[in-house]
């Protein structure tokens, strides 16, 4: 029986909150003011009753210690001096506290007056009870009522905070909606800008790729053909020149040392340190200046050949028996050795110039530069686009996700299944 009249009883489902996505602000702002409402109404029932006993106290502690009290132990008395000026004003600083209209700034208000009025009666306030115990028992009771009062709205204050925290977060979600749907727009805008500036792209390569192919079969290819192979025989006969520099100048410094060893085995200071120095000349990585060169090993050169005609010089080889045997031949060798050199040098100098000057090699630079910009532009065009792809498919996933994390939220705090049109 129960069962069927709980039935009959029953009532109906109520139909669901329909909504779009542009209703939802005007939804949230008007709960939000609903809420501020419904709590408004409930902390003013208690607003009239907290002031009217906040107006009470002030009455009782002003008269607080103004009636005549007989018989009172000097102790006492030597104490009420102290605390009662104390409790007064801590008591009245925390009751002439401003109290706004706002619920929320009124219960932050009474509560910090009762936190307050509750440390002025445990502090200075304790000393007061035995001297005035009836003013004191009413000032308590006065304190007590505020207090409950300010319990009253506990559960209002907490509710309306929680209702506002989870509209918020409502809210929340509806901006991350609406700045996904904004992000989406303009990464679908930018896409075709992407590939159309990949299309542009391709077509200057393809046409980069068509210049750089007809430079292939230009005439001057042959021209510049011609040019290296002729800087590559320079550079080996400039490099084949240096070695043998290299390999007399190694000869010589051998020679010049044993020269040194005998010049001062004989106490000859003077060639010892000629002998040293044109060593440590030739000994540098550098060709040295040919003219002091050859002017140097002329000027030694005769006494190192009478060295080794009285044998205190034992050459080793034929080369050395060679320039060591004739004070023309060996300044001739370096003059002939270095002219090779330096006419190589002037050689490959002027070639290279030819090179370096071509209007071919200028063309082919600027088309290889060209390519490599271009490439570099299509190839970042490219990343960029992938990335978009990947977050195009991320947007369009998170934008249902955010509206059902918003039906979701709505429905649990209307208590009403909430549709989104």
Known sequence: MFRQLKEMFRKEDEPPLTLTSGEIPGWITAEIASVGNNQKDHVNLSR?????????????????GSAEHEGVHPKLEKVVEKSLPLFKKAILSALNRHFPENPDDFYIAVTECLKGCIKSSAGPGRYLIGVF???????????????????????????????????????QIYESYLQTCEELRQAEDQYPLLTERSLVLDGEINIINEE????????????LDDLHTEEKQLKEEHERARGEFSALETMIVHVLKRAEKVAQKDHNAALAKKTHTLAELLSKTEIPEIPILCQELNDILPEIIVMVDQGAISLKNKEEHQYFSNPGLLPGKIHEIYSRIEGTDNQLKEIRRKIDGSSFIKEKESMDRRYLVKTGELAEVKRNRATLDMRLIALKEEIPSLLQQNEELISAYSGKKAIFR
């Open 133 to 171: 115990p009836e003013e004191m028992k009413s000032i308590r009771a006065a304190i007590d009522q505020v207090g409950r009062e300010i319990n009253s709205m506990n559960p209002v204050i907490a509710k309306a905070r929680g209702k506002v925290e989870e509209l918020s977060r409502i809210r």
């Open 212 to 223: 750089i192919s007809r430079l292939s079969q230009d005439p001057r290819i042959l021209q």
């Open 48 to 64: 009239r009753n907290i002031l009217g006993n906040i107006e009470k106290l002030r009455e009782l502690v002003g008269l607080l």
